[in-house]
């Protein structure tokens, strides 16, 4: 069964720190994997879509890695801004078109 | 811009009521998904559905059904509303092609008192 873990639970940070998410899975036969951001009693918002044969993708000052063989994927926020705050979640895309979320990560920039 | 929406932001609910939730999506995607998210569980997976009239369960499907009619539209059901049903309810779509990601809503955050 397929499990996907995020690590740190909840991360704080000074304003303009670069800093890097993390997330863990434990089957590679995924499809893709999908970092999401969510903001308190908000839905979730794509943010970045990796497919399985890539390695990374950018968008502004989010880059996210990917490497299917070791089960693991980062996020990587350059320059973070008070704005940056929120909980951010991957979730893997299996064969059936199912996603599975982790429990995400809780950022906070302080100004 | 692609749209998924959700007709209610904020429900309040008595014990025993049939509720329905309404999603719609104007990308004419064949995936649909109902997920409930919870402190400390994440979100899981109530129901899908891989094109109009099919569903399949997922991973908590007892004490929902759901409804696909029309393509667009994917209609999550509480039979009779129980307090341990509170919880925030989000809908997504994709495309059938694994290549796409997913498209959530705003979300619909029930309380059944």
């Known amino acids: 069964k397929q499990e996907v873990t995020q690590i740190p639970a909840a991360l704080s940070v000074p304003e303009g720190e670069n800093l890097v998410l993390n997330c863990s899975f434990t089957?590679?036969?995924?499809?893709?994997l999908q970092w999401f951001r969510q903001d308190p009693g908000k839905g979730l918002t794509s943010l970045l879509l990796?497919?399985?044969?890539?390695r990374e993708q950018t968008s502004g000052r989010l880059n996210a890695s990917l490497d299917k063989s070791s089960g693991r994927s980062t996020l990587y926020i350059a320059a973070s801004q008070p704005g940056d705050s929120a909980t951010y979640l991957c979730?893997?895309?299996?064969?059936?078109?199912?996603?599975?979320f982790g429990q995400g990560t809780e950022l906070s920039v302080k100004p | 811009d692609v749209k998924v929406t959700q007709s209610s932001r904020y429900l309040v609910k008595r014990t025993g009521e049939k509720v329905f939730l309404e999603c719609v999506q104007d990308m004419d995607h064949e995936n649909m998904f109902w997920y409930r998210q919870d402190p400390g569980l994440g979100l899981r997976l109530i129901y899908f559905s891989y094109d109009v009239k099919m569903k399949e369960k997922g991973d908590i499907p007892e004490g929902y059904s759901v409804s696909r009619e029309k393509k667009e539209r994917f209609s999550l059901i509480l039979e009779s509303a129980s307090t341990n049903q509170t919880s925030m309810y989000l809908c997504?779509?994709?495309?059938?092609?694994?290549?796409?990601?997913?498209?959530f809503g705003s979300g619909t955050r029930l309380t059944v008192v």
């Open positions: 997504a779509s994709s495309p059938p092609d694994r290549y796409y990601g997913y498209t």
């Open positions: 990796i497919q399985s044969s890539q």
């Open positions: 979730a893997v895309r299996l064969q059936g078109g199912k996603l599975i």
């Open positions: 089957d590679s036969a995924i499809y893709n």
